[in-house]
């Protein structure tokens, strides 16, 4: 659950219509055992949020998210500082931070547009119910007062903040943030030393008018593994030739059941996704059962469409020198049930961007760095892959 402390502004945990959604999950799975290729319900199209007064204002829709799946302990403040590149236009943004494993302090939070080389300017504090520190308790999301700051489309900004204690993080790519010692998250330059981690910062949201916004639910592949620049992550890649948010929701390691057991967390509460691409089952290959990742897949599928939000697929590629042969068999098998299922709006060929067209079992040279993270040309074949599946839907 999201602990939301501004009370009468901003968003409001789950405001997606679930009640709804269950009254779909219940009729879908009804006939469960009979089929996975069920009739596909029409989307719930959540309600615009409103203020304590219910006077309806924008919609605040995910910008920039992450799984945060790790964790540092520090016993002495640190500040870092957090580029992204914003793909949601409006003029009104909202923060969550996360404490995930066990409790930190948020000692001062900032936000601004990002210049380059640690340098911020129009920065703002943040507030927690008109406070300028907050505890972030394990487990518990904690959102900021929402506030006003003219966001525009491809433009970079930056989250600084300073912590102390267990703070969660994200895969680490080449990029520009920073981290430093001590409490220096005002500082509009920021000397520090490079921090490619995404630290604290669980999603930012933007209010604005309503708009497509693309999560990826996947392993390490999506969370952009062996791309020598976060930017060079074919999330990063769609995003900005798609115009709108594509969002990590990946965890490194995962296979379908792992990536379920976070679907509420790491996806449904994200405010305002539309869309979400299920980019999973190269970690389950090692079953050699088409059937486990049929079922979880479509498990995955489902929920995901009775919480309103359009699933999509993503092809399983190549994974040369480390399948069996009944392992491949199983990918090829799984592949057949995603370009053919009716569970899902589409699917982005990821198989077909990155295999090679003589030898299907591998990989085009070039493509992968190890037998299974495509290289930063790997992405901009899978991003290419996905442009072309999310450009023929609206």
Sequence with gaps: MVERLSAGRGLRPRARGRCLGLLVLVFSL????????E???APIVAPPLGDAGGHPRGLFQVTSACALPYRMTIDAPTTWRLPFTNMRPGDRVQL???GHWSPATLRSAWFGRFVGGGEVEGAVQLTFDGARRVELA????????PFDYPMRRGERYAVSFSAVGSVPEGLDFEGDGLSAPGDLAREPVLEGSPDWRVHGVKWVAVEGEAQRVLA??????GAGQSAQRAEQRFIEVAQMRLGHPVVDAS??????ERALN???RDVFELPGVTDCLVQLGTNDLHREDPGFLIDGLSDAFGRLRAAGIRPWAATIMPKPGHLTEAGEQTRREVNVFLRSTRLIDGYADFDLAIRDPADPANAR???LADGIHPTSAGHAELADALVRALGRSR
């Design 30 to 37: 009804a006939g469960c055992g009979k089929s996975r290729e």
């Design 39 to 41: 009739k596909r319900p």
């Design 96 to 98: 969550a931070f996360w």
């Design 138 to 145: 394990d487990g518990v999301p904690v959102l900021c007062d």
């Design 216 to 221: 990826v639910l996947g392993d390490s592949i």
């Design 251 to 256: 965890v490194g390691g995962d296979g379908i």
């Design 262 to 264: 976070r679907l509420e």
């Design 365 to 367: 040279p070039g493509m």
